[in-house]
């Protein structure tokens, strides 16, 4: 059985052809099933699952109050790739804000590994995701000067070699508390070969089920809420992030709630003590995000006309903390849709220095870690076009300086550049600064936002909006096919196969032909020698990275009516992607 992650939402399958509003539609659906599950298969809602989350909880509430009150050196953990990775940053950052208020002696207690380091959390760098020795090594770093530790490896498709190897060596840790998040059952998880290990994840992934069913076992932990397929075939970015951040959220929130009503009053709106309110919270904001679907549709619309031309560029501009989350969005385009590094970007205040992430302030690295608002200032905005489109980004009471936010507005709207503003929370006084402008207002209601100065809530609302806009627009842009990515880049194990199996799906062949037409493809050749047919994965993969458009080439030719050359030239020909691919399906079903 194919892995639900991995399987085709049923849906979603005219995503590419309903137009604007009808994507924000289904994508108000898909969402629900965040909550409501999907088929017969276990959802948040289920009592295993919450009593597994409400026991999280009060471990985590004990040891975050060891450290506090005994000072004992306890630490959480959240490890991932890709998304996963960067939804784990989000989540340390943003729980080591909110404990560093009070105690600011255990204000590292969380912390986080991303595949790749911490260039990941603004590029697509998924061949390290192949490698569980780097995982150890780097949970290893993580938590060699720690007491006790609380971790939780993500990979939503059960499919991550990395997360792999850290639970694998967690799991043998006695000072450990191991959790595996991930969205299919354990006996999908992936069972593919790992190069230089004589483990799979399926064997790891078992492994760990069967500790966890034992008896009085408080150590080892699954939480695998099934959330169905994503709206965009494998993009997990969706809601498998989503649901990453439910399930953190609803396991520490209460716990610092519990932690800090023993020693103050705390005034809230909601109740937040266990992880069912948490819950119910997270969908109540959902619901309220998509009430919004109109102003969502008419920013995607206008985010596609952007990236269909095929020179331009899409800027999210972050006031406060909303930054963070186009970062998280825009980081996702190269490997998902085949973007260009300098096609979608997010900028906000201080840049790096606002990140709080492990590896400091990475500029020196090149033009696409540039991330400050004044970086934005000095090297994009003069030189934006009516081909261009930026979006601001914010969120009701963080902390902005208006000055900084209305110069900003002002330089921009001196461009000829397309714009539009999202912001979550009450209607901003600075949306009048657009009246009877070319801007396009998009706001987001949710009249929870966060707590203890923290925006949480308003960042999982954000991350919906942000999501709904750019599939919608690499789909109007004509990188999607019904449901599925038909441009992926090719830079790992996992995509790889998914990119074999979207091919053979496509034009009806098996996924080892489909195999050999993206060699074709990588090699730039129109027959395999024996030497590349017997070269590890991994040799292709290093090449495979850095080639465009592998994936559509390599469906011309799996048809076996183009040869490389011709299907190189039908793409250079084409104005769209999937106006090609269309046509080549609808050859194929004929015959």
Not at 181 to 208: K, M, Y
Not at 391 to 410: K, M, P, R, T
Not at 474 to 503: C, D, Y
Not at 509 to 525: G, Q, R
Request: glycine letters at 6%; a negative charge.
């Amino acid at each position: 059985m194919l892995r639900i992650t991995e399987q085709s939402n049923e849906l979603t399958n005219e995503l590419d052809v309903v137009g604007s509003l009808g994507m924000a539609r289904l994508f108000r659906q898909t969402d629900e099933q965040l909550f409501c599950g999907w088929r017969e298969y276990p959802c948040i809602y289920d009592v295993h699952i919450l009593s597994r989350l409400g026991e999280l909880s009060a471990i985590a509430e004990e040891r975050l109050l060891n450290a506090i009150v005994k000072g004992e050196k306890n630490t959480f953990i959240f490890s991932g790739c890709g998304t996963s990775g960067r939804i784990a940053w989000l989540c340390a950052r943003t729980y080591n804000n909110i404990i560093s208020q009070h105690y600011p002696d255990v204000s590292k207690a969380f912390r986080y590994t991303i595949s790749g380091g911490d260039q990941s959390l603004v590029i697509s760098n998924e061949l390290p995701e192949d490698d569980p020795h780097q995982g150890e090594a780097d949970l290893m770093t993580v938590s060699e000067d720690c007491d006790t530790s609380m971790f939780f490896g993500i990979t939503c498709g059960m499919s991550a070699p990395y997360v792999a190897g850290q639970i694998n060596y967690s799991m043998k840790q006695p000072n450990m508390t191991t959790a595996l998040i991930g969205f299919n059952p354990v006996a999908l998880s992936r069972d593919a070969h790992i190069e230089g290990w004589d483990q799979t994840c399926r064997d790891v992934f078992l492994r760990l089920e069967e500790l966890s069913e034992e008896r009085d076992d408080l150590f080892n932990w699954i939480l695998n809420p099934i959330i169905g397929p994503e709206p965009l075939t494998g993009s997990s970015r969706m809601k498998g992030g989503s649901m990453t951040k439910i399930l953190l959220d609803s396991i520490f929130l209460p716990a610092f709630a519990r932690i800090l009503s023993k020693f103050q009053t705390i005034p809230t709106h909601h109740d937040l003590t266990t992880p069912t309110q948490c819950i119910c919270l997270m969908e109540r904001i959902t619901r309220q995000v998509h009430l919004s679907s109109d102003a969502i549709a008419r920013v995607t619309d206008m985010a596609g006309a952007v990236l269909a031309k095929r020179t331009a560029r899409l800027c999210y501009v972050g006031f406060g903390s909303a930054g963070l989350i186009g970062l998280i969005d825009a980081s996702e385009m190269v490997d998902t849709y085949g973007c260009r590094e300098d096609e979608v970007r997010a900028f906000f205040k201080h840049g790096w220095s606002f990140c709080h992430n492990n590896e400091g302030i990475l500029s020196s690295m090149g033009e696409a870690f540039h991330l400050s608002n004044k970086d934005f200032s000095s090297e994009i905005c003069p030189l934006l076009t009516k081909d261009d489109g930026v979006i601001f980004l914010s969120i009701e009471g963080d902390s902005v300086e208006h000055n900084e936010q209305h110069s900003l507005i002002a330089a921009v709207m001196a461009t000829k550049a397309q714009v539009a503003v999202v912001h979550v929370g009450v209607r901003p006084s600075y949306f009048d600064e657009f009246k009877k402008s070319r801007a396009i207002l998009c706001p987001v209601s949710c009249d929870t936002l966060g707590c203890k100065n923290e925006p949480m809530f308003a960042h999982f609302g954000l991350k919906l909006v942000l999501n709904a806009i750019t599939t919608g627009a690499n789909v109007i842009r004509g990188a999607v096919f019904t449901n599925k990515m038909i441009n992926i880049t090719v830079s790992n194990n996992k995509l790889f196969h998914r990119a074999s199996e979207i091919i053979a799906d496509l034009v009806g062949c098996t996924t080892d032909h489909a195999k050999e037409c993206m060699l074709k493809v990588v090699y730039e050749c129109d027959a395999l020698s024996e030497e590349i047919l017997s070269s590890a994965l991994s040799n292709h993969l290093e090449i495979a990275a850095k080639k465009l458009m592998v994936v559509p080439q390599a469906t011309l030719i799996a048809t076996g009516k183009w040869s490389l050359q011709e299907a190189q030239l039908a793409m250079k020909g084409s104005e769209s992607l999937r106006t090609l691919i269309d046509s080549v399906v609808n050859d194929s079903k004929a015959e």
